[in-house]
Nanobody, 127 residues
């Protein structure tokens, strides 16, 4: 069973940084693509960043490219999202997710492609 737990959210001022972590307390997910999504009040859940099973390939939403960095440590069952130069529009609940490959192609930006989700962690960017 895969059980994802996020941590690291909080209140931060604009321009500052925050690091989110996602730990899998279940079996190793070394073969699973993973990603971060976020959902602001009254808005749809949106893709933030994705990472291949081996960490070799990463994907970012245009809104966070150059500011956020996704990484993973498979032996430790951990995925991280380093968020720099935070803006008020980054305020949202952030979710980590993992999905199983079902072919040669995986759409990291599609929330429907993921099978497992964490409970979310709140990030608030405000002065």
């Amino acid at each position: 069973q895969v059980r994802l737990v996020e941590s690291g959210g909080g209140l931060v001022q604009p321009g500052n940084s925050l690091t989110l972590s996602c730990v899998n307390s279940g079996p190793t997910f070394i073969d699973y693509p993973m990603g971060w999504f976020r959902q602001a009040p009254g808005q749809e859940r949106e893709f933030v960043a994705g990472i291949s099973y081996d960490g070799g390939t990463t994907y970012y939403a245009d809104s966070v490219k150059g500011r956020f960095a996704i990484s993973r440590d498979n032996p430790k069952n951990t995925m991280t999202l380093q968020m720099n130069s935070l803006k008020s529009k980054d305020t949202a609940v952030y979710y980590c997710a993992a999905g199983r490959m079902r072919g040669n192609y995986y759409d990291y930006t599609d929330s429907g492609a993921y099978d497992y989700w964490g409970q979310g962690t709140q990030v608030t960017v405000s002065s």
